[in-house]
């Protein structure tokens, strides 16, 4: 019922999108049952998860098989806890991944369509801008040295991540205007620094002899959320540069943010991450998996 209400604490919680078309859908209908309706948009915001993130893999694979393994790691990424999952925590990885699809298609059109419902969505989706300005600028040689260059010479995609950026601050200013008077930003900085603090704790108390599933939250992370970027780590020089280091930058640009104004306790916080990983590893492995054979 939180997840629906029109007058929320905080400005990363204006998640209005599928609360409002909920909302709309009860109003018409006059059902009035809405945990049954937004668990069935949870499992379709999660079928399209599936379906966007092979149509990536596809992108960058061109192997059926390694497009279908790798949406089902989302099923170890997402936490499965249906108490705790907001209805909006699925769309926010949609709509990236198809906002990142659509960008590398250059098919500006549906990316803007994709990243104006992610805004309504959630705030995160504004990382993808931030990739994409670092990534425009990498894929230069000698990207410092030639960077005025550069931008001149793709003006056009910087001036729509611009307008963007611009288009993201309205809607924020609008929501906030109209659902209730509160503040542009959280801070959860000393929140976060207790919680990192209570983890190692938990880490150093932790009795690795007799570890059950879920007895530790950051242990649990750290198995498989470390052994994905360890992954990453180990085989980068099979990643595209300019890929690498723009999700580098972006990553160590927007770590302290969400630091500062998301709450760490809640893996979310990491959920505009995901389809960037996804990427990585489409490039790790699709060379074993094209050697596996099969249909490609």
């Known amino acids: 019922q939180k997840s629906l209400a029109r007058k929320v604490a905080g400005p990363i919680r204006y998640r209005i999108l599928l609360p409002e078309v909920i909302n709309l859908i009860s109003a018409i209908t006059g059902l009035k049952d809405l945990l049954g309706l937004t668990m069935i948009f949870r499992f379709a915001s999660l079928a399209l998860v599936f379906l966007s993130t092979y149509m990536l893999v596809m992108f960058f694979s061109n192997n059926h098989y390694l497009s279908i393994f790798l949406p089902l790691l989302y099923v170890f990424m997402i936490p499965f806890s249906w108490d705790v999952l907001y209805v909006t925590d699925f769309p926010e990885i949609l709509f990236s991944t198809l906002f990142i699809y659509s960008m590398f298609r250059n098919n500006y059109a549906w990316a803007g369509i994709f990243f104006i419902l992610g805004a309504l969505n959630n705030d995160p989706i504004v990382f993808n801008l931030v990739f994409f300005g670092f990534y425009t600028i990498l894929k230069a040689k000698k990207p410092l040295k030639n960077l005025l260059t550069t931008i001149k010479n793709n003006k056009k995609t910087f001036l729509f991540l611009i307008l963007l950026f611009i288009i993201f601050l309205i809607l924020k200013f609008i929501i906030i205007s109209t659902y209730g008077k509160t503040w542009y930003y959280e801070n959860q900085f000393k929140e976060n620094i207790h919680h990192i603090k209570e983890y190692i704790s938990r880490f150093e108390r932790f009795n690795f002899q007799h570890y059950e599933?879920?007895?530790?939250?950051?242990?649990?992370?750290?198995?498989?959320?470390?052994?994905?970027?360890?992954?990453?780590?180990?085989?980068?020089?099979?990643?595209?540069?300019?890929?690498?280091?723009?999700?580098?930058?972006?990553?160590?640009?927007?770590?302290?943010?969400?630091?500062?104004?998301?709450?760490?306790?809640?893996?979310?916080?990491?959920?505009?991450?995901?389809?960037?990983?996804?990427?990585?590893?489409?490039?790790?492995?699709?060379?074993?998996?094209?050697?596996?054979?099969?249909?490609?």
């Open 213 to 296: 599933p879920g007895l530790n939250k950051f242990f649990s992370f750290v198995i498989f959320g470390g052994g994905i970027y360890l992954l990453i780590i180990l085989f980068y020089r099979r990643l595209p540069h300019d890929f690498l280091v723009g999700f580098i930058l972006t990553f160590l640009v927007f770590i302290p943010l969400l630091l500062y104004i998301g709450t760490i306790n809640e893996t979310r916080i990491l959920y505009v991450f995901y389809p960037y990983v996804i990427i990585c590893l489409a490039y790790i492995f699709k060379e074993d998996f094209n050697k596996f054979g099969g249909f490609k």
